[in-house]
């Protein structure tokens, strides 16, 4: 479940297409294709893929910001996980008034399954 710790902000837009990405696979043939130069052995969750839009409208996440899914621990767990798949980046980056903190951004090859996602 998405969260904003902003006023008035919804989840809104991100349920409208739930049901048609869920089992994403990030790659069209499983021998044959990779994203991003790395080979995906298994389908992207529909979770998994939920966030990854998430994180593509809102351009980033580090624990403190404006926005977290479930939990901000959920939130890294399932960041964390994308970062393997190599969908999601993460760079320490300095953030004011915080300091020094893992930055979570989509990358190239998470923009490609979000735009696979939304065909």
């Given at each position: 479940?998405?969260?904003?710790e902003?006023?008035?902000?919804?989840?809104?837009?991100?349920?409208?297409?739930?049901?048609?990405?869920?089992?994403?696979?990030?790659?069209?043939?499983?021998?044959?294709?990779?994203?991003?130069?790395?080979?995906?052995?298994?389908?992207?969750?529909?979770?998994?893929?939920?966030?990854?839009?998430?994180?593509a409208?809102?351009?980033?996440?580090?624990?403190?910001?404006?926005?977290?899914?479930?939990?901000?621990?959920?939130?890294?767990?399932?960041?964390?996980?994308?970062v393997?798949?190599?969908?999601?980046?993460?760079?320490?980056?300095?953030?004011?008034?915080?300091?020094?903190?893992?930055?979570?951004?989509?990358?190239?090859?998470?923009?490609?399954?979000?735009?696979?996602?939304?065909?």
């Open positions: 479940m998405f969260h904003m902003q006023s008035g902000a919804s989840s809104a837009g991100r349920s409208a297409t739930r049901r048609e990405i869920v089992g994403l696979e990030v790659h069209d043939e499983a021998a044959d294709e990779t994203v991003g130069g790395k080979h995906m052995a298994r389908k992207v969750g529909h979770v998994q893929l939920a966030l990854l839009e998430c994180l409208s809102r351009g980033l996440w580090y624990s403190g910001c404006w926005w977290h899914w479930d939990t901000t621990s959920g939130t890294r767990t399932l960041l964390e996980s994308l393997r798949r190599g969908l999601v980046e993460r760079v320490k980056e300095s953030v004011a008034p915080i300091g020094d903190v893992d930055v979570y951004r989509v990358s190239a090859a998470g923009r490609v399954a979000v735009d696979r996602a939304g065909r």
